[in-house]
C-alpha cells in the first residue's frame, strides 16, 4: 500500500514559482513511476508531468514545457514538481499519483492517488 501526500500549493501572482512536494509511505514507491495532474473546476483532470521510477526519463504536457520541471529523490520517497513563470491558466488542484507501470499520460492507469492542493495563480 502506498499512500501520497501533496503539499507546497498557494496563491502567487503570474510569473511567480512554487514548488509542489509529494511524499511517499511504502518502500515500493521507489519503483514507482509519479504523475502530477491538475484539475480546475468543472474540467477534466489533465496530465502535467511524470517521471519514471529511476527518475532518468521524464515527461511533459506541451502547455508546461519549458516552465515546469519534474524531479524525484528516492532516499526522501519525495517527488517534486517545481513551477517557474506561472499563468493564471495553471490554476488548479494538483495530484500526484504513483503506480508500477502507467501510461504516463492518462490518469487511469495509475494506482495510488494523493488529496490535491490547491494552485492559485492571480493576474
Known amino acids: 500500500q502506498v499512500q501520497l501526500v501533496e503539499s507546497g500549493g498557494g496563491l502567487v501572482q503570474a510569473g511567480a514559482s512554487l514548488r509542489l512536494s509529494c511524499a511517499a509511505s511504502?518502500?515500493?514507491?521507489?519503483?514507482?513511476?509519479v504523475g502530477w495532474f491538475r484539475q480546475a473546476p468543472g474540467k477534466e483532470r489533465d496530465f502535467v508531468a511524470a517521471?519514471?521510477?529511476?527518475?532518468?526519463?521524464?515527461y511533459y504536457a506541451d502547455s508546461v514545457k519549458g516552465r515546469f520541471t519534474i524531479s524525484r529523490d528516492n532516499a526522501k520517497n519525495t517527488v517534486y514538481l517545481q513551477m517557474n513563470s506561472l499563468k493564471p491558466e495553471d490554476t488548479a488542484v494538483y495530484y500526484c499519483?504513483?503506480?508500477?507501470?502507467?501510461?504516463?499520460?492518462?490518469?487511469?492507469?495509475?494506482?495510488?492517488w494523493g488529496q490535491g492542493t490547491q494552485v492559485t495563480v492571480s493576474s
Open positions: 499519483a504513483g503506480s508500477p507501470t502507467p501510461i504516463y499520460y492518462t490518469a487511469r492507469s495509475y494506482e495510488y
Open positions: 511504502g518502500r515500493t514507491f521507489r519503483s514507482y513511476a
Open positions: 517521471v519514471s521510477w529511476s527518475g532518468s526519463a521524464t
